[in-house]
């Protein structure tokens, strides 16, 4: 059966409107995060239709997301407005990336590290205890393969290692939550490199923790595995800082999405 010409022309318009909507969503995320469109501030339907040149509806979607997230709330004969930071989904990967994307992004990575600093190490310790001979081998040999791509300066194979690692350490934590944590850390590792917050040439001590924490996990070492992941999450913070300094940008303190921005 032939599809009909309302089919043809829904399925040739998805992929517009689809693009349509993430750009309007990835602006006004963006704008919320960095303190553009500050909490208590009013979104009005038309006026955004007006602005991004799209349709009612891919507006509607935008915004049906972002209160999915915590950023924005219909009030009655109020409107839609800008939620505080307090109200946000933090632990959203579309959040992360665009705290990662504004002025406050240092605040952004301090936290969660600091969260990593809380619950890898706790996860390596419970991987030397839980993880197969198998993987415990495969993520020796993945330290390996870092160790080669950070010596060879290659950022994107590094990188993609990289949040394989804690992907696979988090995994074989066996605990669900920590598992789910997973795409928290592909979004700051990311933003890292894409915000140029990390060294064309991985430092050799860096290495050689991802290689010690591997290899305390293989040899079923708990306490040393959570030693090992604890030294890491502090080298990763400290590098942060140095390059965060090194771009004289400040270092901010205040909440995100604050007016202060």
Not at 77 to 87: D, Q
């Amino acid at each position: 059966m032939e599809p009909s010409s309302a089919e043809v022309a829904a399925a040739q318009t998805a992929p517009a409107e689809a693009g349509l909507h993430a750009r309007v969503l990835d602006h006004l995320g963006t704008a919320i995060c960095g303190g553009e469109l500050a909490p208590g501030a009013i979104l009005n339907i038309d006026e955004l239709v007006d602005r991004y040149a799209v349709s009612r509806s891919v507006v509607r979607e935008v915004l049906r997301v972002l209160a999915s997230i915590g950023f924005i709330e219909a009030r009655r004969r109020v409107g839609v407005m800008i939620l505080p930071a307090s109200a946000w989904n933090v632990f959203d990967p579309q959040v992360i990336r665009w705290r990662l994307a504004s002025a406050g992004r240092m605040a952004q990575l301090r936290s969660i590290t600091e969260l990593r600093t809380a619950v890898e190490p706790h996860a390596a310790y419970l991987a030397a205890n839980r993880i197969g001979h198998d993987e415990a081998s495969d993520l020796v040999g993945l330290a390996a393969k870092m160790w080669a791509a950070g010596e060879a300066g290659d950022e994107e194979r590094f990188l993609h290692l990289d949040i394989e690692f804690h992907r696979r350490v988090l995994l074989a934590s066996g605990n669900e939550m920590f598992v789910r944590l997973q795409d928290l850390v592909a979004e700051v590792l990311t933003g890292r490199h894409k915000h140029h917050l990390m060294p064309h040439h991985p430092h050799e001590q860096a290495l050689q923790m991802h290689a010690d924490v591997a290899q305390a996990i293989q040899r079923r070492d708990g306490a040393r595995a959570r030693q090992a992941m604890v030294q890491l999450m502090e080298q990763a913070f400290d590098e942060m800082k140095s390059l965060w300094e090194q771009t004289s940008v400040p270092d901010r303190e205040e909440p995100p999405g604050s007016a202060s921005r």
